[in-house]
């Protein structure tokens, strides 16, 4: 029996098959999960259309609009979902946004209007929706949000993003003491690096793959389906006593303090200014 029989939820965060919510989806699918999904919506139709060509192999048994920063667009999508399935038990949100400009400068010149929208969109997004897929939810279901080392650490070009994860990390910590009683856990998954749509908005990409792959412990990065099967632990029975944790899945890269095997593999070699340590 799979790990997702008789179990139904939403997916937030299909936008292509590179999308992480794309790998959580596939996993939960082939355990005998059945799911709904939101999109973005535009009156072309082409975010529909985009979505279908990942999640129409699926069986998917709902496909909705719901831009998360509009509460009647949240609303009307969990309506949705409760016509179609009543009670849910598991929720996946894996949507961040934030103004190119604003992650792209230094944080330190981050405007005012740019912070708004990226906690808006990165962080509140997830209360918002929770608290919808709460009020539908079986007691024992399971939430899921998506974050990133940015957020613990200073991880330079990730910028404004890393506060927004911060305070998406946090508000998994608080959510998870308010839902505790009900038995709903509520946990977010720290992805490495991995080139999908949202990753492009952030300047040097590249060189964080090149990173992760060179100083993580396992020498490489992560794959949606890896990041696809820990978030489908993290929402089923199998992790019944975990909630509140932000759970790495990044090759190990967030327990090294220093370059490790990357000295000898970029030919590092540690300089100190002279004097420095008289
Ligand atoms: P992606 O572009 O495939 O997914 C981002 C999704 O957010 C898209 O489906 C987009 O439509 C949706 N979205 C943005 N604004 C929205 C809004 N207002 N309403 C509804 N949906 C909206 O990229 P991804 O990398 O799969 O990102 C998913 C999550 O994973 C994000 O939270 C991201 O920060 C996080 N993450 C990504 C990485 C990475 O390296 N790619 C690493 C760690 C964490």
């Given at each position: 029996m799979g790990l997702f029989e008789n179990k139904v939820?939403?997916?937030?965060?299909?936008?292509?098959?590179?999308?992480?919510?794309?790998?959580?989806?596939?996993?939960?699918?082939?355990?005998?999960?059945?799911?709904?999904?939101?999109?973005l919506p535009d009156e072309s139709g082409r975010m529909e259309k985009r979505i279908r060509r990942v999640v129409d192999d699926l069986?998917?048994?709902?496909?909705?609009?719901?831009?998360?920063?509009?509460d009647s667009d949240?609303?009307?999508?969990?309506?949705?979902?409760?016509?179609?399935?009543?009670?849910?038990?598991?929720f996946v949100h894996s949507v961040a946004f934030a103004p190119k400009?604003?992650?792209?400068?230094?944080?330190?010149?981050?405007?005012?209007?740019?912070?708004?929208?990226?906690?808006?969109?990165?962080?509140?997004?997830?209360?918002?929706?929770?608290?919808?897929?709460?009020?539908i939810m079986n007691d024992n279901g399971a939430i899921l949000t998506m974050s990133y080392f940015g957020g613990e650490k200073v991880c330079a070009g990730y910028n404004l993003m890393g506060v927004a994860k911060a305070a998406l990390?946090?508000?998994?910590?608080?959510?998870?003491?308010?839902?505790?009683?009900?038995?709903?856990?509520?946990?977010?998954?720290?992805?490495?690096?991995?080139?999908?749509?949202?990753?492009?908005?952030?300047?040097?990409?590249?060189?964080?793959?090149?990173?992760?792959?060179?100083?993580?412990?396992?020498?490489?990065?992560?794959t949606i389906e890896e990041v696809g099967r820990t978030s489908g632990f993290l929402l089923s029975d199998y992790s019944s006593g975990t909630t509140g944790e932000n759970v790495h899945v990044d090759c190990g890269y967030n327990i090294m303090g220093n370059l490790g095997r990357a000295f000898e593999r970029w030919n590092v070699e540690p300089t100190v200014t002279k004097g420095a340590l008289d």
């Open positions: 939820g939403v997916i937030m965060g299909v936008a292509n098959d590179r999308s992480i919510a794309s790998g959580i989806a596939k996993f939960i699918h082939q355990e005998g999960g059945k799911i709904a999904y939101s999109h069986d998917p048994k709902l496909v909705a609009p719901c831009d998360v920063n509009k949240i609303a009307s999508f969990f309506l949705k979902v409760e016509e179609v399935f009543g009670k849910i038990d598991f400009e604003d992650i792209r400068c230094s944080t330190v010149d981050v405007s005012r209007e740019g912070f708004r929208v990226a906690l808006d969109s990165s962080c509140y997004s997830f209360i918002a929706t929770a608290r919808a897929a709460a009020k990390e946090c508000s998994v910590r608080y959510l998870a003491y308010d839902l505790g009683p009900r038995g709903i856990r509520v946990n977010s998954v720290s992805a490495g690096p991995i080139k999908t749509l949202a990753a492009s908005a952030v300047g040097d990409f590249s060189q964080m793959l090149g990173l992760n792959a060179g100083i993580a412990p396992m020498g490489r990065t992560v």
